[in-house]
């Protein structure tokens, strides 16, 4: 049993681009992006992919429901689980749904979702939801505390449409995550190095490897061996692998595995279900 003030996250999505459930894809999840982090009593979500349909399955058996979730971005794989997030539809929730990458295009996260759930694309509107939902815009850059003793820190990554990368910091401790994401070869984003220097806990986008990257340079994502070079110039403790190319199986990843953990000891490769304290 977690203690109050226990702190850790629960992976219910690592997929990237597509869900890919399967035979090829069962040992290590075939959903796209949702994380789940507990700051002691307080829970924060961490996109809205075909894993969130899981995660709150698993929360209504529990009671009422009172969270905050962070989108980085809104393309779809990041998006599509929210509406089949079974809290959404019981009068009882609270939540908060935050973005930091729309403001700077005259956008609001409210209005983003609106549009997806439109018809012919989607039956309903949000307003479908009983839930008791708030849309929250920021910068990315902003310092936010969505809870007591919870302090989140975000910076702009390099990603079509814009996206964003936070920090959660909680009794002392920090995991970052940092999804989607592209580098420049030869050139490490300072954005990311500053948002997780001396972290303890890593999770960054390594869609690719530095072999698949050249013919992907453009596609907004990253690759397992940037995030280890990011990771050891930023004296981060554990990096995880996550966002995983929908065309990487289990045994491929199984070879990421491998070599990440012989290039940088104590390297883990995301899967559903694990959870991680750092």
């Known amino acids: 049993m977690a203690d109050s003030e226990d702190f850790y996250v629960r992976f219910w999505g690592v997929r990237g681009s597509i869900a890919t459930p399967g035979p090829s894809t069962s040992r290590y999840g075939g959903n796209t992006s949702s994380l789940e982090v507990r700051c002691g009593q307080h829970m924060l979500l961490f996109d809205a992919g075909t894993g969130l349909r899981y995660l709150g399955n698993e929360l ?9 979730l962070f989108l980085t971005h809104t393309h779809f794989d990041h998006v599509c689980g929210l509406p089949f997030f079974v809290p959404l539809f019981i009068k009882t929730t609270q939540i908060r749904v935050w973005a930091g990458h729309l403001k700077a295009r005259e956008m609001t996260v409210k209005y983003v979702i609106s549009e997806m759930m439109f018809s012919p694309l989607f039956p309903v509107p949000p307003e ?14 902003e310092v936010l505390e969505p809870r007591p003793g919870v302090r989140l820190r ?9 996206a964003t990368g936070y920090r959660i910091e909680f009794g002392g401790k920090s995991i970052c995550y940092l999804t989607d994401t592209q580098h420049i070869i030869g050139k490490p984003d300072q954005n990311v190095l500053n948002l997780i220097k001396g972290s303890e806990m890593v999770i960054y986008d390594s869609t690719y490897t530095d072999a698949e990257f050249p013919k992907r340079a453009d596609w907004g994502h990253s690759t397992w061996e940037e995030g280890v ?11 995880v692998v ?17 070599s990440v953990t012989e290039k940088r000891p104590g390297s883990i490769v995301a899967k559903e279900g694990m959870v991680l304290r750092p």
């Open 60 to 68: 209504v058996k529990n009671g009422p429901v009172d969270t905050d």
């Open 128 to 141: 479908i939801f009983t839930a008791n939902v708030a849309y929250l815009d920021f910068d990315a850059g």
């Open 229 to 239: 070079r990011l990771c050891d110039a930023a004296g981060v403790k554990t990096f």
């Open 154 to 162: 975000t910076a702009r990554l390099n990603h079509p449409d814009r």
């Open 242 to 258: 996550f966002h995983h190319d929908p065309d990487h199986d289990d045994d491929f990843m199984d070879g990421i595995s491998k």
